[in-house]
């Protein structure tokens, strides 16, 4: 999966974990998001995708 898809993939689900954080609470909502966004495909993506790029020469 290249990065933007993982990382976009990742914010999908964060959000809806996010959306169901009334129930059943506070401490496992901050887990579960820790699952999503502290997965190390979902850091190496980030870090992919905020590399600077080579820009062609003109």
């Known amino acids: 999966m ?3 898809k993982r990382v976009l993939k990742a914010v999908q689900e964060a959000q809806g974990i ?4 009334v ?5 496992q909502t ?3 998001l820790l699952d999503v966004l502290d ?3 979902v850091v190496q993506a ?4 905020t590399m600077e790029k080579p820009t062609p020469e003109h």
């Open 23 to 27: 129930e059943p609470g506070p401490s």
């Open 39 to 41: 997965n190390e495909a």
């Open 2 to 4: 290249d990065p933007d």
């Open 18 to 21: 996010l959306a169901r954080h």
């Open 46 to 49: 980030i870090e992919e995708s």
């Open 30 to 32: 901050i887990n579960q």
